[in-house]
């Protein structure tokens, strides 16, 4: 059967973010010439509530006015304050999400309402390749348009010139489907995945042909 594929409007036709996201600060602290915030970024609405991006927002302390990255790192991983210290000490003002979602013995975390509870990374991660449905109900979709309530917060900051993302393991993918549709992201890097995870389980040598 043939597969349907989904160009990204088909995905994100109607798709808006009418004004700059709120956000509230957790705490702000300094480590070295780098001032770090830790806050929660309101994302989109559903019936229980709006979704709450958990962030750290990283810039150098003499930082007025510059271009930022927007980082996602592999969903496993904790934030790597190092390496987000090292992109910050370089000029840039870094934005780092977290997309995985509830995890225990995390005090802050992305906050997904009991409606969208699959987007939670633990409870899709055993079967995160299956869609059931419309592509819209899925934690890829999910994942995606946190994302792009994170872009809109950062790109319309005061201090912020323009935006490129730097993206690394399984939320690379997330990125990859973002710059889709995106043109306030000025570049983007992906390391470790780019969306080829559609081609799992499809061998170039195999002698089928592809779905």
Known sequence: MAGNILTPSAIWNGFSISSTPNAEVIDVKKDGAVNFTRLYID??????GKVRIFGVL???VAFTKGPAVLLLQDFEKTFDDKFIKTLASQGYCVLAIDLYG???RKEYFTEYPASIDYANY????QNIYAVEGDATATCWYEWACATRYALKYLKDQPFVTCVGSLCYGQSATVMWQVVGCEDDLKCSAFVLNAGWIGYRGIYKFS?????
């Open 207 to 211: 002698g089928k042909g592809e779905p």
């Open 122 to 125: 633990a409870n899709v991660k």
């Open 43 to 48: 994302g989109k609405d559903t019936p229980e």
């Open 102 to 104: 509830k995890q225990e």
């Open 58 to 60: 990283a810039k150098p």
